[in-house]
């Protein structure tokens, strides 16, 4: 399916309050609009439910909309596909992808699964619906850890597409897994130099980082976790200053929650915008409007490919 093109004269030339057209769309639709804590701060206020991964999953899971506008990248909406088979589930750009999902290729990753039989695949959820379908579980950074510590101690463990996550996770196990070599290319561009120039120059301030980003910032961190686990610790912290390693977006709910705190963005190795995620920021207020009116661009998936995606993904919901 072709993209939704945004034509700016369109929008330009049309007198209308957006926030205002978009809850009367979502109304007469029966519609629910989801969010992940990395869009514009104006998406993150108009939805229904903001969240990380593991919660949208959830309440992509359990909602009784008819209509399933996802806030996020292709493979957000592909997995609330995967759980509402007979839902339209939209998503407001197409080209919101995933450098994860990108890197990890269906083709080339049962090529290298196939060479471990005695291995079990565990897919962090930041993968294409084609590679969980090749997956024995999914997994998000918030329940990683849980998941492969009830697996047996014996059990091989192959994980994808996460290098990163996957280091992370051997090292609060203790378990060895074979790894595919992907990475997050938000995370893993804070540069450690200017990271250490930050703490001395905000000496109070806690480094919190997700789990995706390099080793070497992982080991400087106060604290470590999922992004909603960060948004937990800087509401329940006693400190006043956070140094954020993660997507920017996230800053936007952490003030919101604590606006008495002081947040800072951790900067990455250029002088650019490179702790922006690129794909999230392609959704905007323009382009959500544009699919809940025209009904596009939807997320359609071949029934014998969702129902063998959607195996991994219901033993994550159970072990989890």
Known sequence: MEPLVVKEEELKLTPFNIEDEILALKKKLNAVI?????????????????????????????????VIVFAGVHFMAETAKILNPK?????????AGCSLAEGCPAPLFKKFRDEY??????????????????????????????IIEQLPAGQKIIFAPDKNLGRYIMKKTGREMLMWEGSCIVHETFNERKIIDLTTEFPSALLIAHPECEESILARAHFIGSTSALLKFTQESDANEFIVATEEGIIHQMLKKSPHKKFIPAPPNANCACNECPYMKLNTMEKLYLCMRELKPEIILDEDLRLKALKPIQRMLEMS
């Open 34 to 66: 989801l969010a992940h804590y990395y869009q514009e701060s104006e998406i993150q206020d108009l939805a229904d439910f903001i969240g990380d991964s593991l919660e949208l999953s959830k309440r992509a899971a359990s909602t009784e909309a008819d």
């Open 117 to 146: 039989p005695d291995h079990i695949v565990i897919s962090y959820i930041n993968c294409s619906a084609a590679v969980k379908a090749l997956s024995d579980i999914i997994c998000t950074s918030s329940n990683a850890v849980k």
């Open 87 to 95: 839902k339209k589930v939209l998503l407001p750009d197409l080209n």
